[in-house]
């Protein structure tokens, strides 16, 4: 007997299967904003298997541990660059940097705080990496990795911290689903943005520029902001 018809099948070309299915793609083409996970299978003497890790193709990364998040933009000479961040042990994280002219990784820093399962979150903002690992917001600025507070001496102008989500537009930044600084209070559907073109000024208060924050109705523990969205 045949098999049953299923109108849910998607016809697949045997050369579209040997390049693979799904998030199959070269890992320079990581969308902005980074990735955590992806799912290969390849086609391999007629059957759908496992695609072997992407890292293989790229050199080994410095560190010993998990990679937990990938991203790649463009620098100030615009040329692109892809970082990756390991979960080490210790509840430390590891940032590393690929070269694509020698196929090889350069380690950063491996003293970042991180707890294993914390979400990370990444993006560029003024051709500077941006990054969270659940905890203090982190950038890099092409030579040295420092807390975004550090940036800022006032105490009213500092960022939230604990935030679950950074992102940018051309010119402003974002951070989201984090906690109050002094009080320690979580606000998990709080969006705030940094002044124009300025990610060291936070808070809207006096003197803070057009920096700012929201609450968005209806968000608590039970529905906390998962993403945002920006046209630039």
């Not at 759908?48 to 790229?58: C, E, M, V, W, Y």
């Amino acid at each position: 007997m045949g098999e049953r018809s299923s109108t849910d099948r998607k016809p697949l070309m045997l050369s579209d299967l040997s390049q693979g299915l799904f998030d199959d793609r070269s890992i320079m083409d990581i969308p902005p904003g980074g990735a955590s996970a992806c799912s290969n299978v390849v086609w391999i003497n007629g059957y759908l298997k496992q695609r072997p890790g992407l890292l293989a193709n790229f050199g080994t990364l410095p560190y010993t541990g998990a990679v937990v998040h990938l991203t790649s933009g463009y620098n100030a000479l615009g040329k692109q660059v892809l970082y990756a961040l390991q979960g080490l042990a210790g509840g430390l994280a590891g940032l590393s940097v690929f070269n694509p002219s020698t196929t090889t990784w350069t380690g950063i820093i491996n003293t970042l705080p991180y707890v294993t399962g914390n979400k990370v979150s990444s993006c560029f903002f003024k051709y500077q990496l941006y990054f969270s690992l659940g905890g203090e917001p982190f950038y890099y600025n092409g030579t040295t990795v420092s807390t975004l507070t550090s940036l800022q001496v006032d105490p009213v102008k500092k960022p939230m911290i604990d935030n679950q989500i950074c992102a940018a537009s051309d010119s402003t930044l974002f951070l989201i689903n984090g906690q109050d600084r002094t009080s320690g209070t979580p606000y998990p559907a709080r969006v705030t943005w940094s002044d124009f073109i300025d990610a060291t000024t936070w808070g809207g208060q006096l003197g803070s520029g057009l920096s700012g924050l929201v609450d968005l109705p209806g968000g608590g523990d039970s529905s906390p902001l998962t993403g945002i969205y920006t046209d630039n």
